[in-house]
């Protein structure tokens, strides 16, 4: 028991949940397992090939970027890989790598790195690796043609190939003329849209289990979907169909809910998740079936910064105090 | 008129078990004291006794003439060895008394002040005085002098005396004891200041973790119609005052001013005691409760020692240390100083000294930016953001500190405690209203 013995000293609080972004992270992978394993189970060793492609792209483009800036990779946050499986989920299974790459790299590098990193970035990194491949599709054509014969394609079953080169379900949808039973769409249908296109059911029951883990809250998700069915019943159109297809179910429970890209408050949520159902709705009946859920989201979270000004609360004792304080204190009561 | 709880908050594990049934210990005397001059909130003191001389228990050593202070007194009979500074718990050079303890013979010399038996007849002032002259101050951690307390503007009337016996804090059950072995006491303390302060009723808090407690201060207080036990719901920080008394009596005390602008006195469990103490008996503070207890600790138990015990003595008394015990925490885990060695002694505010291990003890000396999850905005007591707070005092960008309410925190660590990023919340808002402050002077 001498006063020799020393131990280490650090800030308060002095315990803590055990909780981390890391271990978060690893969570929102395991909830995008089931869509993933039924993505694969369809598009086969396309479906393991683009995802490893995306994941690989992502994890470079942060080493290289971040030593760009003198700073230490950030991969061991985990954090690269919840953006790189999404991005992945959000491609067809038929699309090049190159594509996917140049993806990455926007998501990443632009998306994320550039601007400030984890926890500054203002829009969300798969979103905006998605959508910037189709603003820059000049770009994409023109790695189609430098590229042109190295693209890799793996055998699929022949169902799954008509269904592929077929019309996509959101095409078919727009056209009005959507012949696939909603049941199928929900449990699994090789859709030819996104990876994740492929089951709205396992995308829900990984939400459930990050609504369950309180990575997330159900404000997001609920009001994104329940404005998209809102909004196309009053204009006519089956709710279902716009609900079941496309990346809206990835996009409403996995982007939009991205924490550093969404509001703070729970008021702010709900303004974000209607603002995003609204433009969803928009996008796809009237300017044709591509990508709205993302182009959606990325607009919608430029108004973040506004949309938590609007919503935040009044800190304790400042709003309510003084009126409540002159109705109640001095008068002497008894118990 | 009482919901039982407040918004916000977080359940850390209570880690109470190891000590709750342990009844208070008298832990044999050490052989030397220290006793620190600035023991509380306010001025320090200066000391009124010689090098050389010797000290009869409970008398004054160190006193000051500044109103926001108290005095402090000798824990034990004995001589007066050293004024000199020391390092204190804070980390900070304190000055202090080094008191050699005498023979248990010695310790029967006691310097008390007079017994005040007919306490209702008393004149509040007079009552006052003594609570000052008894270096009474706030038990709870805060150590803020209760004089002061007990002395609020004509135009703050107090209805209500809010004993607090939350004890919100894992691993501290010093204030569960005190509720179960001094209840009586407790309450006589609570209706001295009642009557002091010309309050109407008495309210003691506890949290429902506690139902021993509560049905036995409940038994106690039967007898005093004026007094009111109300179990409140077990969440972290309930045991501050704010949210303390926005749980019993559902008022917000009004952002940066004091419970008595609602109409409301807070005092611990502990303090309440004190103050019977000093009233009835004459005694003057000069010794607590303090529980030891931790995975590190040996003998975890609930000691009650004189002020200015060196803390090897009180791990002694716990059996010792254990060889994985990595971290040395002075209060509760939530709020208190890590220790760096065994240097510090007991003060007047130390309700704890836990030995942590590694697993249990949280690093937040790597940490990632903020990614915004909301946790900390969601768990603060005082509704801030706490994301934003932070990230402004690490970017050092003050006014926007004080725009997000650096100067409303509580220090309660309930942001950091939940942060995926573990980020260090406390000592980023720290420096923040450090700057603010001075910003506000300037």
Same mark, same amino acid.
């Given at each position: 028991?001498?006063?020799?013995?020393?131990?280490?000293?650090?800030?308060?609080?002095?315990?803590?949940?055990?909780?981390?972004?890391?271990?978060?992270?690893?969570?929102?992978?395991?909830?995008?397992?089931?869509?993933?394993?039924?993505?694969?189970?369809? @598009?086969?060793?396309?479906?393991?090939?683009?995802?490893?492609?995306?994941?690989?792209?992502?994890?470079?483009?942060?080493?290289?970027?971040?030593?760009?800036?003198?700073?230490?990779?950030?991969?061991?946050?985990?954090?690269?890989?919840?953006?790189?499986?999404?991005?992945?989920?959000?491609?067809?299974?038929?699309?090049?790598?190159?594509?996917?790459?140049?993806?990455?790299?926007?998501?990443?590098?632009?998306?994320?790195?550039?601007?400030?990193?984890?926890?500054?970035?203002?829009?969300?990194?798969?979103?905006?690796?998605?959508?910037?491949?189709?603003?820059?599709?000049?770009?994409?054509?023109?790695?189609?043609?430098?590229?042109?014969?190295?693209?890799?394609?793996?055998?699929?079953?022949?169902?799954?190939?008509?269904?592929?080169?077929?019309?996509?379900?959101?095409?078919?949808?727009?056209?009005?003329?959507?012949?696939?039973?909603?049941?199928? +769409?929900?449990?699994?249908?090789?859709?030819?849209?996104?990876?994740?296109?492929?089951?709205?059911?396992?995308?829900?029951?990984?939400?459930?289990?990050?609504? @369950?883990?309180?990575?997330?809250?159900?404000?997001?998700?609920?009001?994104?979907?329940?404005?998209?069915?809102?909004?196309?019943?009053?204009?006519?159109?089956?709710?279902?169909?716009?609900?079941?297809?496309?990346?809206?179910? +990835?996009?409403?429970?996995?982007?939009?809910?991205?924490?550093?890209?969404?509001?703070?408050?729970?008021?702010?949520?709900?303004?974000?998740?209607?603002?995003?159902?609204?433009?969803?709705?928009?996008?796809?009946?009237?300017?044709?079936?591509?990508?709205?859920?993302?182009?959606?989201?990325?607009?919608?979270?430029?108004?973040?910064?506004?949309?938590?000004?609007? !919503?935040?609360?009044?800190?304790?004792?400042?709003?309510?105090?003084?009126?409540?304080?002159?109705?109640?204190?001095?008068?002497?009561? !008894?118990? | 008129?009482?919901?039982?709880?407040?918004?916000?908050?977080?359940?850390?594990?209570?880690?109470?078990?190891?000590?709750?049934?342990?009844?208070?210990?008298?832990?044999?005397?050490?052989?030397?004291?220290?006793?620190?001059?600035?023991?509380?909130?306010?001025?320090?003191?200066?000391?009124?006794?010689?090098?050389?001389?010797?000290?009869?228990?409970? &008398?004054?050593?160190?006193?000051?003439?500044?109103?926001?202070?108290?005095?402090?007194? #000798?824990?034990?009979?004995?001589?007066?060895?050293?004024?000199?500074?020391?390092? %204190?718990?804070?980390?900070?050079? $304190?000055?202090?008394?080094?008191?050699?303890?005498? #023979?248990?013979?010695?310790?029967?010399?006691?310097?008390?002040?007079?017994?005040?038996?007919?306490?209702?007849?008393?004149?509040?002032?007079?009552?006052?005085?003594?609570?000052?002259?008894?270096?009474?101050?706030?038990?709870?951690?805060?150590?803020?002098?209760?004089?002061?307390?007990?002395?609020?503007?004509?135009?703050?009337?107090?209805?209500?005396?809010?004993?607090?016996?939350?004890?919100?804090?894992?691993?501290?059950? /010093?204030?569960?004891?005190?509720?179960?072995?001094?209840?009586?006491?407790?309450?006589?303390?609570?209706?001295?200041?009642? &009557?002091?302060?010309?309050?109407?009723?008495?309210?003691?808090?506890?949290?429902?973790?506690?139902?021993?407690?509560?049905?036995? $201060?409940?038994?106690?207080? #039967?007898?005093?119609?004026?007094?009111?036990?109300?179990?409140?719901?077990?969440?972290?920080?309930?045991?501050?005052?704010?949210?303390?008394?926005?749980?019993?009596?559902?008022?917000?005390?009004?952002?940066?001013?004091?419970?008595?602008?609602?109409?409301?006195?807070?005092?611990?469990?502990?303090?309440?005691?004190?103050?019977?103490?000093?009233?009835?008996?004459?005694?003057?503070?000069?010794?607590?409760?303090?529980?030891?207890?931790?995975?590190?600790?040996?003998?975890?138990?609930?000691?009650?020692?004189?002020?200015?015990?060196?803390?090897?003595?009180?791990?002694?008394?716990?059996?010792?240390?254990?060889?994985?015990?990595?971290?040395?925490?002075?209060?509760?885990?939530?709020?208190?100083?890590?220790?760096?060695?065994?240097?510090?002694?007991?003060?007047?505010?130390?309700?704890?000294?836990?030995?942590?291990?590694?697993?249990?003890?949280? %690093?937040?000396?790597?940490?990632?930016?903020?990614?915004? /999850?909301?946790?900390?905005?969601? $768990?603060?007591?005082?509704?801030?953001?706490?994301?934003?707070?932070?990230?402004?005092?690490?970017?050092?960008?003050?006014?926007?500190?004080?725009?997000?309410?650096?100067?409303?925190?509580?220090?309660?660590?309930?942001?950091?405690?939940?942060?995926?990023?573990?980020?260090?919340?406390?000592?980023?808002?720290?420096?923040?209203?450090?700057?603010?402050?001075?910003?506000?002077?300037?």
């Amino acid at each position: 028991m001498g006063r020799e013995r020393t131990f280490i000293v650090t800030d308060p609080p002095h315990l803590s949940s055990g909780e981390t972004v890391p271990r978060a992270m690893l969570d929102t992978m395991l909830a995008l397992l089931p869509v993933t394993l039924v993505s694969v189970y369809f @598009y086969r060793l396309n479906a393991v090939f683009l995802i490893a492609v995306c994941l690989g792209a992502c994890v470079l483009t942060d080493v290289i970027a971040r030593r760009i800036k003198g700073r230490r990779p950030s991969v061991s946050d985990l954090s690269v890989f919840v953006t790189g499986l999404i991005l992945a989920l959000c491609f067809s299974p038929l699309t090049p790598w190159w594509t996917v790459v140049f993806a990455s790299i926007l998501a990443v590098g632009i998306g994320k790195e550039w601007m400030g990193g984890l926890g500054w970035n203002r829009f969300n990194p798969a979103a905006f690796g998605r959508a910037g491949v189709i603003i820059l599709a000049p770009v994409t054509v023109f790695l189609s043609r430098q590229f042109a014969g190295l693209g890799v394609r793996f055998p699929m079953s022949p169902e799954v190939v008509d269904s592929l080169t077929g019309a996509t379900p959101l095409a078919m949808m727009a056209r009005a003329e959507l012949e696939i039973p909603h049941l199928r +769409l929900l449990l699994a249908y090789p859709s030819g849209g996104g990876l994740a296109e492929t089951s709205a059911l396992a995308l829900l029951l990984g939400g459930a289990y990050l609504l @369950y883990r309180r990575h997330i809250t159900w404000h997001i998700p609920v009001s994104i979907l329940a404005t998209v069915a809102v909004f196309t019943a009053v204009i006519g159109h089956n709710p279902l169909d716009h609900l079941l297809v496309g990346g809206l179910m +990835l996009g409403a429970l996995f982007m939009a809910t991205d924490w550093v890209t969404s509001p703070i408050t729970n008021p702010g949520r709900i303004i974000f998740g209607v603002m995003i159902g609204l433009l969803v709705v928009v996008f796809r009946v009237f300017l044709g079936p591509t990508e709205g859920v993302a182009f959606a989201i990325l607009i919608t979270n430029a108004f973040v910064p506004l949309i938590d000004g609007l !919503t935040r609360r009044g800190v304790f004792g400042r709003v309510h105090a003084m009126k409540a304080a002159a109705a109640k204190a001095p008068t002497t009561k !008894t118990a | 008129m009482s919901s039982g709880t407040f918004l916000g908050g977080i359940h850390p594990p209570a880690h109470k078990e190891a000590t709750k049934g342990l009844a208070i210990e008298d832990a044999p005397l050490p052989g030397e004291l220290f006793v620190p001059l600035h023991q509380h909130l306010g001025a320090p003191c200066t000391a009124c006794v010689e090098v050389g001389q010797q000290v009869p228990k409970g &008398q004054k050593i160190g006193d000051t003439e500044a109103f926001v202070s108290a005095p402090v007194h #000798s824990p034990v009979s004995g001589k007066v060895t050293a004024i000199e500074k020391r390092r %204190s718990f804070t980390g900070q050079e $304190v000055l202090g008394v080094a008191i050699a303890v005498g #023979s248990a013979e010695d310790q029967k010399a006691t310097a008390y002040l007079e017994k005040i038996a007919n306490w209702r007849e008393t004149q509040p002032d007079v009552i006052r005085t003594r609570v000052r002259e008894a270096g009474i101050v706030g038990l709870g951690g805060a150590a803020f002098p209760t004089s002061v307390k007990l002395s609020p503007p004509a135009d703050c009337p107090i209805d209500t005396i809010i004993i607090n016996g939350c004890e919100c804090e894992p691993f501290l059950t /010093c204030d569960h004891r005190l509720l179960l072995e001094k209840a009586e006491d407790v309450i006589v303390g609570a209706l001295i200041m009642k &009557q002091v302060l010309g309050a109407s009723r008495v309210i003691i808090g506890i949290e429902d973790n506690k139902p021993d407690a509560i049905a036995h $201060v409940t038994g106690v207080a #039967s007898g005093y119609p004026e007094v009111t036990v109300v179990g409140l719901h077990t969440k972290y920080p309930q045991g501050a005052e704010k949210q303390l008394i926005k749980a019993t009596l559902d008022r917000e005390v009004p952002a940066r001013g004091l419970p008595m602008k609602v109409g409301a006195l807070v005092q611990n469990v502990g303090t309440a005691l004190a103050v019977a103490e000093a009233v009835l008996e004459g005694k003057p503070l000069i010794e607590r409760v303090v529980t030891v207890s931790g995975p590190g600790v040996k003998r975890p138990c609930n000691l009650r020692v004189p002020l200015g015990t060196g803390l090897s003595h009180l791990l002694e008394q716990a059996g010792g240390l254990n060889a994985f015990a990595e971290r040395l925490v002075l209060g509760g885990p939530m709020t208190g100083w890590a220790q760096a060695d065994l240097g510090a002694s007991v003060v007047k505010g130390t309700g704890g000294l836990l030995a942590l291990d590694r697993a249990m003890a949280a %690093s937040r000396d790597e940490f990632l930016d903020c990614v915004r /999850c909301q946790r900390c905005a969601q $768990v603060c007591p005082m509704y801030l953001y706490p994301n934003f707070l932070a990230t402004a005092a690490e970017l050092k960008q003050w006014p926007v500190a004080d725009r997000e309410g650096a100067l409303d925190c509580i220090e309660c660590g309930a942001c950091a405690f939940g942060c995926p990023s573990r980020r260090p919340m406390v000592r980023f808002i720290r420096e923040a209203k450090a700057a603010v402050a001075e910003m506000q002077r300037a």
